[in-house]
Nanobody, 125 residues
Framework: QVQLVESGGGLVQAGGSLRLACAAS????????MGWFRQAPGKERELVAA????????YYADSVKGRFTISRDNAKNTVFLQMNVLKPEDTAVYSC??????????????????WGQGTQVTVSS
């Protein structure tokens, strides 16, 4: 059983930056592909970024390409999401998720086995 705990959310002005972190425990972190999802009020959950178990491959939603960067530190069992040039439409609850096994970045929520509880990101205009 893998436990995921997110941190780093908060309130920021448009154009600002935040760095989210997701700490994993209870499993072999390097065996999991990781993803960051977000859900805004009244909207469906969407994949923001994903990274392969080795960190060698990444995926980004079009809406965040060039602004967000996903990375992982397998020695520290942590995945990060660096968010720059934040926009009000980035406001959402951000959650990390873990998908067991090798392969490229997982792009479907159905592929993920474990989820964190999420952290709120609010971008003011």
């Amino acid at each position: 059983q893998v436990q995921l705990v997110e941190s780093g959310g908060g309130l920021v002005q448009a154009g600002g930056s935040l760095r989210l972190a997701c700490a994993a425990s209870g499993g072999t972190f390097s065996s999991y592909g990781m993803g960051w999802f977000r859900q805004a009020p009244g909207k469906e959950r969407e994949l923001v970024a994903a990274i392969s178990w080795s960190g060698g491959s990444t995926y980004y939603a079009d809406s965040v390409k060039g602004r967000f960067t996903i990375s992982r530190d397998n020695a520290k069992n942590t995945v990060f999401l660096q968010m720059n040039v934040l926009k009000p439409e980035d406001t959402a609850v951000y959650s990390c998720a873990a998908a067991y096994g090798p392969g490229g970045p997982r792009t479907s929520s159905n592929e993920y086995d474990y989820w964190g509880q999420g952290t709120q990101v609010t971008v003011s205009s």
